[in-house]
T-cell receptor
Framework: GESVGLHLPTLSVQEGDNSIINCAYS??????FIWYKQESGKGPQFIID?????DKRQGQRVTVLLNKTVKHLSLQIAATQPGDSAVYFC??????????FGTGTSLTVIP | EAGVTQFPSHSVIEKGQTVTLRCDPI?????LYWYRRVMGKEIKFLLH????????ESGMPNNRFLAERTGGTYSTLKVQPAELEDSGVYFC????????????FGPGTRLTVT
């Protein structure tokens, strides 16, 4: 099956710093990617998505970068806040197929 | 607009018992998905309904798991008989557009099999 992996299972950052969460995917046919945020006791929530015809997409304080050459995805969070503490999942999708999720990275923001 | 709801939020059962999880998707969403996350591991796809039809059930672990979506509204996932390895958090998600990936997730049901 597919595998979507994260380089680091945990990440701690100081409040106000920028956070970078990385994700590797294995299938070069994947053409759609999503980042989800899961807070304790809640289900994953959509943060931002990107299609394979783009290298970068920006949202509010978040940026997703896609490097298709090395099959790498990253989520950048600017000026990280305590409310950003959560588990972050990346997911990849091949047309007509299911979504494959990574194991998640736990982000802890230190006040 | 109400989000995806799941019931129960927690369930503790003994090995060999039966449990039924329920998911109510967002109204109007034809696509409904079940996922499971075992502690510390990835969120794994179980199956996908389009209305009342099973579009993809390739992720269902074995025949102890039965999912239904009668009438194309809410869905149930029954585990019978439950085994220890079935413990985990079961998420349901729904979406309006099959190809557009924004799936709306419910809060999950934490299942513990003892």
């Amino acid at each position: 099956g597919e595998s979507v992996g994260l380089h680091l299972p945990t990440l701690s950052v100081q409040e106000g710093d920028n956070s970078i969460i990385n994700c590797a995917y294995s299938n070069s046919a994947s053409d759609y990617f999503i980042w989800y945020k899961q807070e304790s006791g809640k289900g994953p929530q959509f943060i931002i998505d990107i299609r394979s015809n783009m290298d970068k997409r920006q949202g509010q304080r978040v940026t997703v970068l896609l490097n298709k050459t090395v099959k790498h995805l990253s989520l950048q969070i600017a000026a990280t806040q305590p409310g950003d503490s959560a588990v972050y999942f990346c997911a990849e999708n091949i047309p007509g197929n299911q979504f494959y999720f990574g194991t998640g990275t736990s982000l802890t923001v230190i006040p | 607009e109400a989000g995806v709801t799941q019931f129960p939020s927690h369930s503790v059962i003994e090995k060999g018992q039966t449990v039924t999880l329920r998911c109510d998707p967002i109204s109007g969403h034809d696509n409904l998905y079940w996922y499971r996350r075992v502690m510390g591991k990835e969120i794994k796809f179980l199956l996908h309904f389009v209305k009342e039809s099973k579009q993809d059930e390739s992720g269902m672990p074995n025949n102890r798991f039965l999912a239904e979506r009668t009438g194309g509204t809410y869905s149930t996932l029954k585990v019978q008989p439950a085994e220890l390895e079935d413990s985990g958090v079961y998420f349901c998600a729904s979406s309006q557009d099959l190809r557009q990936g924004e799936q709306y997730f419910g809060p999950g049901t934490r299942l513990t099999v003892t």
